[in-house]
């Protein structure tokens, strides 16, 4: 089982570079095989393009450690560990010079890190974490100096973005794998068994509407325009005002 990350030519394909993540695993079982037919190795989150100065750096969260390589040449440039976690499948967000991520499964946090490390960056280049209501799934939103997230059972977080300090926490209910939103000052989440709950995106908890499609929600919103579209288990909806 091998874990890398590759970057192919738009246009034809090509595979332009390939690196395998750099990572020591130790997770192999006495017959040499990795524990668990090598699942505590994987990692499903999309990639972020951050811009660190002048200069680009392909953001990518690995299990166990998340990684920043030049995305013209695929060399890994730093690496941030969490021995901890596995499965990370959430989008890094960046801003105030820091990305945050949380790291997945297991005994998963979320981390606020600067993106300029050289090699292994763990113990010089994590600037805060948090421990408690993080997500797994969900993705992070991050708006002006505000931080939110909703956890997979219904726990939504609003965190300073500099510090990790929390402005508030409030259980918004029904379990969640969808992404928020954020448009117009309003942040929406759409749960897994069909709520829907949209909240001002300030320092104050605010629940400003609740609406619900019984067929339930996996997929993250996205929005065009002033439209949103939802895709629940059955249905797509454009929903506008």
């Known amino acids: 089982d091998r874990q890398y990350v590759v970057a192919l030519d738009k246009a034809t394909g090509k595979t332009m570079w390939r690196t395998n993540r750099s990572i020591d695993y130790q997770d192999l079982e006495p017959n040499g095989k990795p524990r668990a037919d090598g699942d505590f190795r994987k990692a499903f989150a999309t990639p972020h393009v951050v811009m660190v100065g002048d200069r680009p750096v392909l953001v990518s969260l690995g299990s166990k450690a998340a990684y ?37 499964w297991n005994s998963g946090q979320l981390l606020a890190v600067r993106p300029d490390g050289r090699g292994d960056a763990t113990a010089t280049h994590v ?10 799934k969900p993705s992070l939103l991050l708006a002006d100096d505000l931080l939110f997230m909703i956890n997979d059972s219904g726990i939504a977080t609003c965190l300073e973005a500099k510090t990790g300090d929390v402005v508030w926490k409030a259980r918004l209910g029904d379990t969640y794998s969808a992404s928020p939103v954020v448009a117009d000052g309003r942040i929406y989440f759409f749960g ?6 949209v909240i001002d ?7 400003l509407a609740e609406n619900r499609l019984d067929e339930g929600f996996m997929a993250s919103p996205a929005i065009v325009g002033r439209a949103l579209i939802l895709r629940t288990r059955t249905h797509v909806y454009r929903i506008e005002h």
């Open 192 to 197: 897994e068994d069909g709520k829907a709950t």
């Open 68 to 104: 920043g390589y030049d995305p013209l040449t695929g060399k890994e440039l730093w690496r941030i560990e969490e021995r901890s976690s596995f499965s990370s499948s959430t989008r890094p967000v960046a801003g105030h010079g820091l990305v945050f991520y949380p790291t997945g």
């Open 201 to 207: 995106a300030g320092r104050e908890f605010k629940v």
């Open 127 to 136: 600037v805060w974490r948090v421990t408690k209501g993080v997500s797994q």
